[in-house]
């Protein structure tokens, strides 16, 4: 990887087929090679010998014995700075906001003190590097960005032996979440793009070269400390020509402790999902519950389709996640009750329940064919993440979410509510609608015809007439909607066209493993295929899930030594 500017060389030398343009290093004992190579050849300077490649990022702890720091070797004033010290991705997932570049003005990597540094020493660090000119260094600089990037290591690691510290360390990096984080950050390329305010872009949230903003309030940061956020923000679905409300709730701590009062949270929207660009709306602060509710100002109404909507706290970058939907008059809609059609099992407390097999395919099925997907529950919102996080580990179709205004006394209700007010308010047709028999009523007090309610379980004389029951399962099921005409393709919209897909990235599949719901309640498969296979068993459950199901003396010696950022 590394060229001779001075002197090409007359051996050709081997060359990767493309190039290469970030180059990441971890825990390489480069600055030992380089350090000894100039020892032994002195000529050989910083300024002839460059990588091929436009930046260099070098990962180590700062307990590893074989690892060693390359910006010294470039800039000896740099011993007097500290490296970069890399956000931990479980209180900074969006990273701190501290720019990585060098910048026009030498002090700047000086100021970059890591958080033990006091500020004598960064005032120091500034005046050591001032008499150097901002050209030198670049000139000999392996890139426009900081170097050497230090990662936490728990301090119990040093009663460890340090013959045994490089092994524990080189299996870290493949694990770790900080060096995941950090890196798609670099890749993504939102560190090195200039956005302005004249494009309503949010400069704060996009660009984590501005600085994070300080609380609003100082009893802020005091409230919210050792507790984890559990913000989320309520999937809205619009009528064309209809007003449309955000709203989202801000809070921290199990059972919504803590609530985010009186502080900045920025609004945007992706208004063009192709290009990914994030569209700042505005800024609002909180109410003394934690919430927010922005009404998208007319002229800035956006029109049919589904965009993704984030909410990110100023103070800590952390933030919800939703979708809002634009519908024309007249959306086809097939409604699914979470707990009641997909969960053989029901868990207030929101541990995994069982998946009834086959669940998804005709899920899919239905999304295929061009209906929109409403999923609702008689959960309280803040469980979303947990609910979103169970959707995504079985591959459910995307679709649209609604969950209960917290704790409430009759869930049954709230779900007939709000049905109601989709089809008065949206004006969308339910074209059929899946649950337990608890739901037969909700479906009922809607109008819907009993061939358009389909019931899990085993018949009933009480609700025989009611609706119909799937007590062969939903391969039946699908095979019957596939044979017969019940299931017709949307009536053609070429103005809606509807995101096919699973959920995505906005869910988070660890939600459910980090509480300690790492036994699946579902049947375990077993290790050879019958003779006569389930493919939708098989796969509703992605590889993730299958792991957790073999035997512990399997994983013992795969799972390696503990991961670092488990310590917070």
Same mark, same amino acid.
């Not at 500034?126 to 960005?145: N, Y």
């Given at each position: 990887m590394l060229k001779d500017e001075a002197e090409p060389p007359a051996v050709s030398l081997g060359r990767l087929d493309f190039d290469v343009s970030d180059f990441f290093l971890f825990g390489s004992p480069l600055g030992l090679v380089l350090a000894m190579r100039r020892t032994v050849l002195p000529a050989l300077d910083g300024l002839q010998v460059r990588p091929a490649c436009s930046q260099v990022y070098s990962f180590f702890h700062c307990a590893d014995p074989s690892a060693s720091r390359l910006e010294p070797l470039l800039e000896p004033k740099f011993h007097l700075v500290p490296p970069v010290s890399v956000p931990r991705y479980q209180r900074f997932p969006l990273g701190d906001g501290q720019s990585l570049l060098l910048g026009p003005e030498v002090p700047a990597p000086g100021r970059r003190m890591s958080q033990g540094s006091s500020h004598s020493g960064s005032s120091e660090?500034?005046? $050591?590097?001032?008499?150097?000119?901002?050209?030198?260094? #670049?000139?000999?600089?392996?890139?426009? !960005? *900081? /170097?050497?990037?230090?990662?936490?290591?728990?301090?119990?690691?040093?009663?460890?032996?340090?013959?045994?510290?490089? +092994?524990?360390?080189?299996?870290?990096?493949?694990? $770790?979440?900080?060096?995941?984080?950090?890196?798609? *950050? %670099?890749?993504?390329?939102?560190?090195?793009?200039? /956005?302005?305010?004249?494009?309503?872009?949010?400069?704060?949230?996009?660009?984590?070269?501005?600085p994070r903003e300080k609380w609003l309030r100082k009893r802020t940061q005091v409230k919210l400390r050792n507790v984890t956020a559990n913000h989320r923000a309520n999937d809205v679905i619009a009528a064309e020509d209809g007003p449309q409300v955000l709203v989202g709730r801000f809070m921290y701590g199990p059972l919504d402790m803590v609530a985010l009062t009186g502080e900045k949270v920025d609004i945007l929207v992706m208004?063009?999902? $192709?290009?990914?660009?994030?569209?700042?709306?505005? #800024?609002?602060? #909180?109410? $003394?519950?934690?919430?927010? #509710?922005?009404?998208?100002?007319?002229? @800035?109404?956006?029109?049919?389709?589904? &965009?993704?909507?984030?909410?990110?706290?100023?103070?800590? %970058?952390?933030?919800?996640?939703? &979708?809002?939907?634009?519908?024309? @008059?007249?959306?086809?809609?097939?409604?699914?009750? /979470?707990?009641g059609s997909f969960a053989a099992s029901v868990s207030i407390m929101g541990s995994d329940p069982k998946v009834r097999p086959g669940q998804w395919t005709f899920v899919r099925h239905w999304q295929d064919l061009g209906y929109m997907i409403l999923y609702i529950t008689g959960r309280p919102d803040m469980q979303k993440q947990r609910v979103v996080s169970w959707l995504s580990q079985h591959n459910f179709p995307q679709g649209m979410i609604f969950f209960s205004d917290g704790l409430? +006394?009759?869930?049954? @209700? %709230?779900?007939?509510?709000?049905?109601?007010?989709?089809?008065?308010?949206?004006? /969308?047709?339910?074209?059929?609608?899946?649950?337990s028999t608890k739901d037969i009523s909700v479906y009922s007090v809607l109008g819907l015809p009993p061939s358009q309610i389909f019931i899990v379980g085993r018949p009933t004389k009480k609700y025989q007439t009611q609706c119909q029951f799937l007590s062969e399962g939903y391969a039946a099921h699908l095979a019957a909607?596939?044979?017969?005409?019940?299931?017709?393709? !949307?009536?053609?919209?070429? @103005?809606?066209?509807?995101?096919?897909?699973?959920?995505?990235l906005h869910a988070q599949p660890d939600f459910l493993r980090k509480r300690n719901h790492l036994r699946r309640t579902m049947s375990v498969q077993q290790p050879d295929p019958p003779a006569n296979p389930k493919p939708e068993r098989a796969q509703s459950q992605p590889e993730s899930d299958k792991d957790h199901e073999r035997p512990l003396s399997a994983l013992s010696w795969a799972r390696g030594p503990p991961k670092f950022e488990s310590v917070p």
């Open positions: 660090s500034s005046d $050591s590097l001032a008499p150097v000119g901002a050209s030198c260094i #670049t000139a000999k600089w392996w890139g426009a !960005k *900081r /170097i050497d990037y230090a990662l936490y290591c728990p301090e119990v690691l040093t009663a460890f032996p340090t013959v045994a510290l490089p +092994h524990l360390f080189h299996a870290s990096y493949w694990e $770790s979440t900080d060096v995941v984080a950090f890196i798609l *950050r %670099q890749v993504m390329r939102y560190e090195s793009v200039t /956005i302005k305010e004249s494009d309503g872009l949010d400069p704060a949230t996009l660009s984590p070269t501005n208004a063009e999902p $192709s290009s990914g660009r994030w569209v700042h709306l505005d #800024t609002e602060i #909180t109410n $003394s519950s934690g919430r927010i #509710t922005y009404s998208v100002p007319r002229p @800035r109404r956006l029109g049919v389709g589904v &965009y993704p909507v984030k909410m990110v706290v100023r103070g800590d %970058q952390t933030c919800a996640t939703s &979708y809002l939907t634009v519908l024309p @008059r007249g959306m086809e809609c097939v409604v699914f009750s /979470i707990d409430v +006394h009759d869930p049954l @209700r %709230q779900k007939a509510i709000f049905l109601r007010n989709l089809v008065q308010e949206c004006f /969308i047709k339910i074209s059929a609608a899946y649950g909607l596939e044979t017969s005409h019940r299931a017709r393709p !949307k009536k053609n919209n070429s @103005r809606m066209v509807l995101r096919k897909g699973s959920f995505g």
